[in-house]
Structures are given as structure tokens and as C-alpha cells.
T-cell receptor
């Protein structure tokens, strides 16, 4: 158990629907990252939060949104789902908040992932 | 935009052989990471490389970083079946982005 909890583990839904994926970071970690892993796209960076604030945005579609709550858990909302959204969605957390400051390593701890299947 | 590329994408090798996985990135960064992903599992951290010339070793794996060439290598010595997995490098770019490479799927054959 990595300490990062993702729910649900598996989700099957239909095109056009909306789902919410949830992530609880490891205790003490303030940063949360979301990634999408599909067979032909590798691990795509979606978005990063630090202590409730959005810090970086990657290739996240407009149909997708996320937030980090005061208790530091994060949710990724996927709407108007398409077949191509089927993927494994990973959440990761880390304690180092800011790139470029200090010399500390920023090792990500990953959750087990949420596998989304859109039919 | 930060891009991170790995090669090869797929690697099938015999037990006992040596090989190197390459990771190139497109922008200045002094922080590079290697992760391992077993089939159907999540990613786990392998190495952290924080400066030019850094070298880290763990068992049959050795990682190095050349920030001037924007290149990291993961060298496998005398491969064994247990090393079969997908290996990712990752780079922290500007504005907090943490970008993973394309991954190298390694299969070690007995």
C-alpha cells in the first residue's frame, strides 16, 4: 500500500456520461498530480495541485476538470465521455511543493489507479 | 514545451545480457527520475538524479545523468527475468510540470 488511495478501482460507463475519480494523497503530502495512461499514449500529465491551488496544467481536455479540497483530497471530473477516454487514471502525491526551490528530490508516490472503460 | 523521449520503446533481451535504455529531454532540468511499472500495477520510484554527472546504482540497474546533453541512461547488467517491466524516466520542467517519457517495455527471456 503506497499510502495514496484512489477510488473507484474500476468504472464502466457509457459515452456522454460524467464520472468523478477521487484521490487521497499520502499523509503529509501537499501536492497531487493526475495522469492518464492509455495504451498508445503513455503516461500523460493532466494537472497538478499544491495545497488546494492549481499549479500546472498539462494536456487536460476542456471536458475534464479537477480540484483539490481543503482536506487535500482531489477529484478529477470527466464529462461528456468518449470512447477514447478509456484509460487508466493515476493520481500521485509528493511533499515537495515547488519546482526549482531547494535541491530536494520530488519523488512521486502513485496510487493504484482508476481504470475507466467507456462503452 | 518539455518533451521527454525514451528509446527503445520495446526491448526483448536474453537473461545475462547487458543493455542500455536512453532518455532524452528537451529543456534544461537538473532533476530526473526513473520509475518502474510492473504489468497491471502502479509506478514505483527507482532512482533520483539531481545533478550533472549523477550516478545511482541498485542491483543490476545503474542510472546516470548528463544535463549538458539532456540525456539520462538506465543500464541493465546481466539481466534477469525479474527485471521485466516498463521503465519510465521523468523530468521536472518549468512551471511545476512533471513529464514522463514514453516508457520502455522490457522483457527478459530465460
Amino acid at each position: 500500500d503506497s499510502g495514496v488511495t484512489q477510488t473507484p478501482k474500476h468504472l464502466i460507463t457509457a459515452t456522454g456520461q460524467r464520472v468523478t475519480l477521487r484521490c487521497s494523497p499520502r499523509s503529509g503530502d501537499l501536492s497531487v498530480y493526475w495522469y492518464q495512461q492509455s495504451l498508445d499514449q503513455g503516461l500523460q500529465f493532466l494537472i497538478q495541485y499544491y495545497n488546494g491551488e492549481e499549479r500546472a496544467k498539462g494536456n487536460i481536455l476542456e471536458r475534464f476538470s479537477a480540484q483539490q479540497f481543503p482536506d487535500l483530497h482531489s477529484e478529477l471530473n470527466l464529462s461528456s465521455l468518449e470512447l477514447g477516454d478509456s484509460a487508466l487514471y493515476f493520481c500521485a502525491s509528493s511533499v515537495v511543493p515547488v519546482w526549482g526551490l531547494g535541491t530536494g528530490a520530488n519523488v512521486l508516490t502513485f496510487g493504484a489507479g482508476s481504470r475507466l472503460t467507456v462503452l | 514545451e518539455l518533451k521527454v523521449e525514451q528509446n527503445p520503446l520495446f526491448l526483448s533481451m536474453q537473461e545475462g545480457k547487458n543493455y542500455t535504455i536512453y532518455c532524452n529531454y528537451s529543456t534544461t532540468s537538473d532533476r530526473l527520475y526513473w520509475y518502474r511499472q510492473d504489468p497491471g500495477k502502479s509506478l514505483e520510484s527507482l532512482f533520483v538524479l539531481l545533478s550533472n554527472g549523477a550516478v545511482k546504482q541498485e542491483g543490476r540497474l545503474m542510472a546516470s545523468l548528463d544535463t549538458k546533453a539532456r540525456l539520462s541512461t538506465l543500464h541493465i547488467t546481466a539481466a534477469v527475468h525479474d527485471l521485466s517491466a516498463t521503465y519510465f524516466c521523468a523530468v521536472e520542467g518549468g512551471t511545476y510540470k512533471y513529464i514522463f517519457g514514453t516508457g520502455t517495455r522490457l522483457k527478459v527471456l530465460a
